[in-house]
Structures are given as C-alpha cells and as structure tokens.
C-alpha cells in the first residue's frame, strides 16, 4: 500500500513536471506565463495523486494551451493627425464553464507573455465564482496616459473594429482592468453596437447603470473582499467589530472595502496612493477620502487638510508598519514583500486578505502562512468583481434589472461560497488552511471535470 501511494506520487509529480518542462521549451520567453503556471502546477500535484485519470486525458497540456491568441493591428490618428500604430490582444484561453471572460488592459507593458498569465489565473478564478464563464483577457500596448478625449475615443473604436468579430454575449464577453474605466466601455460599446446593428449589451461589461450596466458592479470588489473576510474570521469566532485594519491604495476597491468594513463596525486606520499614506488613528473619514479620490482626483497627502490629527508620510510601504489586526492590500501587485509580511507579524496582524493582483510576493506569502496568519488570495478575494461582472451579463440576458440589495445580495452568498469551496479543497487534499492551495485546485477541478464530459478535442 505505502509503495502504491509513493508510486501514485511520483506519477504525479513527474506528470506536472513534464508538462511544465514542454511549457518552458515552447514558451521560454514568457516569464510571467510561466510564473503564473508554475504557482498553480505545484498545488495541483496533490490533485493528480487523488485523480489519475487527468493524467490519462493529459488535462494539464490542455488546460494550459489557450484556445486561441488574437494579435491585430490597431491603427489610429491623434489630434496633430499623427497616425499611430499599436498592437492589440485577446487571449481566449478556456470555455469550458462559459463564455471567455476577462478584462481588457491598455498599458505599454502589455504583451503577450503577460495577456497569457492573465488569462490564465482567469480561469480558475471565474470558476471559483459558481457563475458561468471561461477565461480570457486582452488589451493594447497603447498608453493612454496623457491621452484626449477624442484620442481615447478613437483609439477604442479602431480597437473594436477589429475586436468584434471575435467576441460576442455568447461567445466572449470582455470588461475592463488598467487603462479600461467606464469611458472606455462607453466608446467600446458604442463601435460595437455600431457595426453589429444590434443591442448585444451582454457583449461586455462595466457598463453604466441604466445603460446596461448592474447596480453594485462599482462597489463589489472592495464589498466582496470584506464578505471573505467576513468567512474567514467567522471560522475563527470572530467578527470585524472594533478591529483595527490596515487597508493600502484609495482606488475603486480600497474605497469600498473600508466602506464596508466601517459597516461591520471595523476601524479603519489607513490607506494610501503611490506617493505615500495616511495614518488616521481615529479612523478614516470615507466621505473625505471619496471627495479627494472621487470628487477631486487629488493627492492622498491632501487628506490632511481635512483632518489634522492625521499623519501623511511619503513611501508606500510604510503602511504595513501600523500595527493591524486585519491587513487588506487594495493597491497594486507586490506591494508586500518579506520585511512588510515580518513587520506585519510581529505588530500582530491575524488575517490577510488581497483586494488588489497579486500584491504579496512568493516570501511575504510563506512568512504569512507559516506563522498561521489566515490568509486570503487574490484569486478567491477579490473574485466579486468579475462575479457581479457575471451577474451583469445574467441582467443582460433576460432584460431586467435586480435592484442594489438583490446584486449585493448575491454577491454576499457568492463570497461564502468561494471560501467554503476553497477551505473544503485545501482539507480534501491534505492542505487544510491553506487558502492558496484550496482555491487552485477548487477552481482547477471543475474546470477539468468539465474537460473530461466533453471528449477529446
Ligand atoms: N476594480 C476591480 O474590480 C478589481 C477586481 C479585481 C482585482 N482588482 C485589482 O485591484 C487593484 C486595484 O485596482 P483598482 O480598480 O482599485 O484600481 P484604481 O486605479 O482605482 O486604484 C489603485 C490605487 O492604488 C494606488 N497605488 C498605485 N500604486 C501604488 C503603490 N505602489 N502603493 C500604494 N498605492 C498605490 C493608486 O494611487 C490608486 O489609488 C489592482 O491590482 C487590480 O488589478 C481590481
């Protein structure tokens, strides 16, 4: 039996490792495809010791072969009558659960390396939702910053002309992310439509309300992360009333996690932007921070004039040296590293949880694990955003509107559910509290059952 069990584990390991050997020969200049795959292959192997027959149908090759890579020209005039030429993407890596879904990047450092990483931590992502839809993503390596309006606006519509024969509310369904706000999906959508003839309003989301967009889509990623965490303390006996939190960034989602983190009854003590942050011992004031951020587009600093008693310092990562209970990373990707996660640790901090991509890197991740910090990935976290996408795309479907409660509703039971999937999966598979592992294989196997009920293909 014991030699059975050790035979199973070396298949298993050396099936991973094969395959991961062939992604590197074919893809060896994509480094973060092949960061991303790595991450996730190590938590499967425990997947395929339970599972030999993936190994039979060689799921993992398939799984990490897109469907499909798009790369076209975009060709657009600025307002000297320049013309420009950028590159455009869409990577449809996996329907097996549903449309291709994903959000679209304008950035100069899109390529296709990073497309590909995307799209792929997509498709586990999306399925850990419950909600029908695949993985994808796309983007430009056009930089908008600095960019007119008009020039916004045509680069969009040179970017859909050729983008729409290749998407549609069945078919692939893009969204937003860096570069890609409401005004982009406005002048999107509008091309689309344009050269459709027709109301396809499921064809992307983001939309704004009362044009097809959901209620509560603007508030779900932040919401979302706070309804984790609601589950990951409730497991502990524990509530967010009167916790210190430590949140970082003053974005879409660092705006509406601390909301509803003061609703739970939390104290809120900091937040920041890519200049500094700001310590409020008495907790923040969210009207405050929505006025700078939202109203005024200013500075963090300026918070300050508002409420003296606080305390602006220059550098980001200062942040992590308040002493916490809960640390929420709202920011942006490796905004921890090990020092932050030591200093984090020994102030006290119990439980954290990531709002924003991948903010605490490969060492901040392990301090946290192994000195038991319960800890929330990204990929099950911050999933709200892309769920309400998928609910977006439900209202779409059957032409009504559910008001904000019923959205924000569901968006609470979709939350529960990611948790309660991904602490099932790390215990099934011997891992138990590990959150990282849990949500991997949790949104691994569905997707690989579903491969196996639909042939070889
Ligand atoms: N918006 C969503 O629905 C959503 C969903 C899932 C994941 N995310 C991720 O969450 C993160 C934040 O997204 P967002 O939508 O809030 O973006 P945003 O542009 O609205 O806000 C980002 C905020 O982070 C600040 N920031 C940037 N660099 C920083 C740094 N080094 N240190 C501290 N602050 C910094 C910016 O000043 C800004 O306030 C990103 O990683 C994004 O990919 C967003």
Same mark, same amino acid.
């Given at each position: 039996?014991?030699?059975?069990?050790?035979?199973? =584990?070396?298949?298993?390991?050396?099936?991973?490792?094969?395959?991961?050997?062939?992604? =590197?020969?074919?893809?060896? *200049?994509?480094?973060?495809?092949?960061?991303?795959?790595?991450?996730?292959? /190590?938590?499967?192997?425990?997947?395929?010791?339970?599972?030999?027959?993936?190994?039979? *149908?060689?799921?993992?090759?398939?799984?990490?072969?897109?469907?499909?890579?798009?790369?076209?020209?975009?060709?657009?005039?600025?307002?000297?009558?320049?013309? *420009?030429?950028?590159?455009?993407?869409?990577?449809?890596?996996?329907?097996?659960?549903?449309?291709?879904?994903?959000?679209?990047?304008? *950035?100069?450092?899109?390529?296709?390396?990073?497309? =590909?990483?995307?799209?792929?931590?997509?498709?586990?992502?999306?399925?850990?939702?419950?909600?029908?839809?695949?993985?994808?993503?796309?983007?430009?390596?056009?930089?908008?910053? &600095?960019?007119?309006?008009? !020039? $916004?606006?045509?680069?969009?519509?040179?970017?859909?002309?050729?983008? %729409?024969?290749?998407?549609?509310?069945?078919?692939?369904?893009?969204?937003?992310?860096?570069?890609?706000?409401?005004? +982009?999906?406005?002048?999107?959508?509008?091309?689309?439509?344009?050269?459709?003839?027709?109301?396809?309003?499921? @064809?992307?989301?983001?939309?704004?309300?009362?044009?097809?967009?959901?209620?509560?889509?603007?508030?779900?990623?932040?919401?979302?992360?706070?309804?984790?965490?609601?589950?990951?303390?409730?497991?502990?006996?524990?509530?967010?009333?009167?916790?210190?939190?430590?949140?970082? &960034?003053? &974005?879409?989602?660092?705006?509406?996690?601390?909301?509803?983190?003061?609703?739970?009854?939390?104290? @809120?003590?900091?937040?920041?932007?890519?200049?500094?942050?700001?310590?409020?011992?008495?907790? $923040?004031?969210?009207?405050?921070?929505?006025?700078?951020?939202?109203?005024?587009?200013?500075?963090?600093?300026?918070? @300050?004039?508002?409420?003296? #008693?606080?305390?602006?310092? !220059?550098?980001?990562?200062?942040?992590?040296? /308040?002493?916490?209970?809960?640390?929420?990373?709202?920011?942006?990707?490796?905004?921890?590293?090990?020092?932050?996660?030591?200093?984090?640790?020994?102030?006290?901090? =119990?439980?954290?949880?990531?709002?924003?991509?991948?903010?605490?890197?490969? +060492?901040?991740?392990?301090?946290?694990?192994?000195?038991?910090?319960?800890?929330?990935?990204?990929?099950?976290?911050?999933?709200?955003?892309?769920?309400?996408?998928?609910?977006?795309?439900?209202? #779409?479907?059957?032409?009504?509107?559910?008001?904000?409660?019923?959205?924000?509703?569901?968006?609470?039971?979709?939350?529960?559910?990611? %948790?309660?999937?991904?602490?099932?999966?790390?215990?099934?598979?011997?891992?138990?509290?590990?959150?990282?592992?849990?949500?991997?294989?949790?949104?691994? @196997?569905?997707?690989?059952?579903?491969?196996?009920?639909?042939?070889?293909?």
């Amino acid at each position: 039996m014991t030699l059975e069990v050790l035979s199973k =584990k070396s298949a298993a390991q050396q099936y991973v490792d094969s395959v991961f050997e062939q992604l =590197k020969q074919k893809n060896s *200049h994509q480094v973060e495809f092949l960061q991303a795959a790595e991450e996730i292959f /190590i938590s499967l192997v425990p997947v395929f010791e339970q599972h030999p027959e993936y190994i039979e *149908h060689n799921i993992l090759s398939r799984i990490v072969e897109p469907d499909r890579i798009i790369s076209f020209r975009v060709t657009w005039q600025d307002d000297q009558n320049q013309v *420009h030429v950028n590159r455009g993407y869409r990577v449809q890596f996996n329907n097996v659960v549903g449309p291709y879904k994903g959000g679209l990047r304008f *950035h100069p450092t899109v390529n296709e390396s990073i497309m =590909k990483f995307l799209a792929f931590e997509q498709i586990f992502k999306n399925s850990l939702t419950g909600q029908p839809i695949g993985g994808g993503k796309g983007g430009s390596d056009f930089n908008p910053k &600095g960019k007119s309006d008009s !020039e $916004i606006m045509r680069f969009c519509q040179a970017f859909m002309t050729e983008l %729409y024969r290749h998407i549609g509310p069945d078919v692939d369904v893009p969204a937003g992310d860096i570069g890609v706000g409401g005004r +982009e999906i406005g002048y999107l959508w509008g091309q689309y439509k344009r050269i459709r003839g027709a109301y396809e309003a499921g @064809v992307l989301t983001g939309k704004q309300p009362g044009y097809g967009g959901s209620l509560a889509r603007k508030e779900a990623t932040g919401y979302g992360l706070v309804y984790f965490v609601e589950q990951m303390l409730l497991d502990a006996n524990e509530t967010f009333e009167d916790k210190i939190v430590a949140v970082s &960034g003053s &974005g879409n989602v660092a705006i509406y996690a601390i909301e509803k983190a003061q609703q739970f009854g939390a104290k @809120v003590v900091t937040c920041s932007d890519s200049s500094g942050y700001i310590y409020d011992p008495t907790g $923040i004031d969210l009207e405050v921070l929505k006025e700078i951020k939202e109203v005024k587009g200013d500075r963090i600093s300026t918070y @300050v004039n508002y409420r003296p #008693n606080a305390v602006y310092t !220059e550098g980001c990562t200062g942040v992590w040296s /308040i002493p916490c209970d809960i640390a929420l990373p709202c920011a942006t990707q490796n905004e921890i590293n090990g020092d932050s996660a030591r200093t984090l640790i020994s102030n006290g901090v =119990k439980v954290v949880a990531e709002g924003a991509n991948m903010p605490s890197d490969l +060492e901040a991740i392990n301090e946290f694990l192994n000195n038991g910090i319960l800890f929330g990935p990204a990929k099950a976290a911050n999933a709200g955003g892309v769920a309400v996408s998928a609910l977006e795309m439900a209202q #779409n479907s059957s032409r009504i509107s559910w008001t904000f409660d019923e959205v924000d509703g569901k968006l609470r039971n979709i939350m529960k559910s990611i %948790y309660s999937e991904s602490k099932e999966a790390a215990e099934k598979y011997g891992y138990a509290g590990n959150l990282v592992v849990g949500a991997n294989i949790a949104g691994f @196997v569905k997707v690989a059952n579903g491969l196996l009920t639909e042939g070889v293909y």
